[in-house]
């Protein structure tokens, strides 16, 4: 069965960077995208860019050009999100999801990312 | 950019009873690429719908979509304790994929 488990949580000083993982199982990692969305403390669901595993394009939401860098390792059918420059508006649970066709079909259990002054 | 905008932001029903949430979007969303996702507290969002109105064969038939152009649907036909939950539509036909800003289900 399809399977996406992402690495722990994380706490960051303003201005460091994160780096987090979402390893992918139970599906042929190279035939879906996958979709990174976070979720701020009480607040709705951000889509962030995408990637294709395949060839390793990706595909950033405007809000986080030149922030957010979005990688794949296809040997360990992993891939990263990491995003730079943190301040304290980044605190939030980072999701990646699966996506069917570019639909977002099944979901990470998500990674806390708390960003401190 | 598709700005999708959700209807109410809160609902208040018993079980039972029918659930109707509406997502609107300013442009047209391609090819009906429209899903909707349930989030319970705690717990990663799921795939109800998606096609606005194709479901995953392990989602309930009480979970229905309909939809087309920039106004579409989420119906909950009698609902159950379990479905109260933060409902968000989401389009993926064109970048950037964004999600609405979510509809509260709450007991009355």
């Known amino acids: 069965h399809v399977q996406l488990v992402q690495s722990g949580a994380e706490v960051k000083k303003s201005g460091a960077s994160v780096k987090v993982s979402c390893k992918a199982s139970g599906y042929i990692f190279t035939n879906y995208y996958m979709h990174w969305v976070r979720q701020a403390p009480g607040q709705g669901l951000e889509w962030m860019g995408i990637?294709?595993?395949?060839?390793?394009?990706?595909n950033y939401a405007q809000k986080f050009q030149g922030r957010v860098t979005m990688t794949r390792d296809t040997s360990t059918t992993t891939v990263y999100m990491e995003l730079s420059s943190l301040r304290s508006e980044d605190t939030a649970v980072y999701y990646c999801a699966r996506g069917d066709g570019i639909v977002a079909d099944y979901w990470g259990q998500g990674t806390l990312v708390t960003v401190s002054s | 950019e598709i700005v999708l905008t959700q209807s109410p932001g809160t609902l208040s029903l018993s079980p039972g009873e029918r659930a109707t949430l509406s997502c609107r979007a300013s442009q047209s969303v391609i090819s009906r690429y429209l899903a909707w996702h349930q989030q319970k507290p705690g717990q990663a969002p799921r795939l109800l719908i998606y096609?606005?109105?194709s479901r995953p064969t392990d989602i309930p038939d009480r979970f229905s979509g309909s939809g087309s152009g920039t106004d579409f649907t989420l119906t909950i036909s009698r609902l159950e304790p379990e479905d109260f939950a933060v409902y968000y539509c989401h389009q993926y036909g064109s970048s950037p994929y964004n999600f609405g800003q979510g509809t509260k289900l709450e007991i009355k």
């Open positions: 096609g606005a109105s």
């Open positions: 990637i294709n595993p395949s060839g390793g394009s990706t």
